[in-house]
Each structure stands twice: as C-alpha cells, then as structure tokens.
Nanobody, 127 residues
Framework: VQLVESGGGLVQAGGSLRLSCAAS????????MGWFRQAPGKEREFVAVIHWSGGVTYYADSVKGRFTISRDNAKNTVYLQMNSLKPEDTAVYYCGSTYSRSTYSSSWFDHRAYDYWGQGTQVTVSS
C-alpha cells in the first residue's frame, strides 16, 4: 500500500488548507484512515480518523470544530479540510491506514496501530 499526501503549504493564521491522501496498491475498503501530525521535537500526535465506511469520525480536541476529515472510497482518497488555522497547527501532517471493520477502536488514536504511512506534507501557519 502506498499513501501519498498533498496540499500542505504556508498559510496565515485564520486561513484554510485542504490536505489529500491518495492510496494505491490494494483495496481501500476495510481500512480506517487517520491523520496525524508531528512538530519538531515532538511525538506524532493524533488529529482525526475516519472509519472505512466514512460514517464515523473522531477528532482531537485541539482541532474539533475547525478540521473535517472525509473520504472518497471510489477515488481511494481521504481528505482533511483545515479551517481557522493557528500557528500551533504547524507540523508535518501524515496520513496512515489501519485495518478495522469495527466502528470504534481505541487503537485508532495511537500511531503505532497504523500499518502504512505516507511521506508527510508540511503545514506552516504564520502569525
């Protein structure tokens, strides 16, 4: 499985970006997809996750109400719409996949549970 992120960039505080993560190499079905981010000197942290059906999503408290995760299984792509960006959102954003048929798993919030990762895309928010 290959995951390729895109859409990062430099934006002013209050602005928006839309990240995309395109998957290839195997069927997208059955895989929950998560977005994580990692700032310099910090651990990779959970941002958002979406169930393979697209009907269940969870968000970190720090992004709730500002970010929206979605997926298009026909295009094997997951998105992260980021609005009202803050300087503290600055990080490398990664998408990952984890096989899960259940509608909830506590492992979704742990980057160690993910099988595949993209190369990451840099998001920089200036104040």
């Amino acid at each position: 499985v290959q995951l390729v992120e895109s859409g990062g960039g430099l934006v002013q505080a209050g602005g928006s970006l839309r990240l995309s993560c395109a998957a290839s190499g195997r069927t997208f079905g059955g895989y929950s997809m998560g977005w994580f981010r990692q700032a310099p000197g910090k651990e990779r942290e959970f941002v958002a996750v979406i169930h393979w059906s697209g009907g269940v999503t969870y968000y970190a408290d720090s992004v709730k109400g500002r970010f929206t995760i979605s997926r298009d299984n026909a295009k094997n792509t997951v998105y992260l719409q980021m609005n009202s960006l803050k300087p503290e959102d600055t990080a490398v954003y990664y998408c990952g996949s984890t096989y899960s048929r259940s509608t909830y798993s506590s492992s979704w919030f742990d980057h160690r549970a993910y099988d595949y990762w993209g190369q990451g895309t840099q998001v920089t928010v200036s104040s």
